[in-house]
């Protein structure tokens, strides 16, 4: 079982950065992917990034390539979004995610969620 908590979310202005954690309970949280996820108002929930358990694969939706950055620290149980150049479009509630299989970009492939974390960005 893993319980997720994502903090760092708020208002930016566009152009702006955000850097969202994502912490992990429990002691086998370096055996999970780890997934980010949003959902806009309206619309259906997205994949964004995805990071092995080594941190040694990462994978982005193609809106956020070169914008995000996904990683992840394993001796403090906590994954990270750093989210710069940000975008009027970008706002959304953002997830975080844990799997036991490889890199999911599907949400269906996900076991645990944390509860959400608002990002609001202005134009």
């Known amino acids: 079982q893993v319980q997720l908590v994502e903090s760092g979310g708020g208002l930016v202005q566009a152009g702006g950065s955000l850097r969202l954690s994502c912490a992990a309970s429990?002691?086998?949280?370096?055996?999970?992917?780890m997934g980010w996820f949003r959902q806009a108002q309206g619309k259906e929930r997205e994949f964004v990034a995805t990071?092995?358990?080594?941190?040694?694969?990462?994978a982005y939706a193609d809106s956020v390539k070169g914008r995000f950055t996904i990683s992840r620290d394993n001796t403090k149980n906590t994954a990270y979004l750093q989210m710069n150049r940000l975008k009027p479009e970008d706002t959304a509630v953002y997830y975080c995610?844990?799997?036991?299989?490889?890199?999911?970009?599907?949400?269906?492939?996900?076991?645990?969620w944390g509860q959400g974390t608002q990002v609001t960005v202005s134009s």
């Open positions: 995610a844990a799997s036991t299989r490889w890199v999911p970009s599907h949400e269906s492939r996900y076991d645990y």
């Open positions: 429990g002691r086998t949280f370096s055996s999970y992917s």
């Open positions: 990071i092995s358990w080594n941190a040694g694969y990462t």
